[in-house]
């Protein structure tokens, strides 16, 4: 299996990029691939924010798409999510998804 991470830049913010060949695995392999293959990339270099970082790369898909499985039914999505809805408002306006 080929996976590749890159930490990348675009208007002033980080990205963590995941490239992979291999067509289905667990999300937990794939985080824990990325994490490693983001670990050999530092060259050396330090990593800062690294939770916040994937929770950004992470937490925005998930609302997304859990919040269009529901059709935009705020009680239904923080129910599959098992978080509240007044946490799930927060979080969409924190993504800009409200």
Do not use: W
Not at 30 to 51: E, I, K, P, T
Not at 59 to 74: I, R, Y
């Amino acid at each position: 299996m080929m996976t590749d991470a890159v930490l990348s830049k675009k208007e002033n913010k980080e990205y963590l990029t995941v490239t992979h060949s291999k067509k289905s695995e667990p999300l937990r392999q794939c985080v824990s691939d990325a994490m490693q293959r983001y670990f050999n990339n530092l060259d050396g270099h330090g990593a800062n924010n690294l939770y916040r970082l994937v929770m950004n790369e992470v937490e925005a898909p998930l609302l997304e798409s859990v919040m269009k499985h529901t059709g935009g039914n705020q009680s239904q999505a923080a129910s599959i999510l098992g978080i509240s809805r007044s946490t799930l408002r927060k979080k969409l306006s924190q993504y800009d998804l409200d």
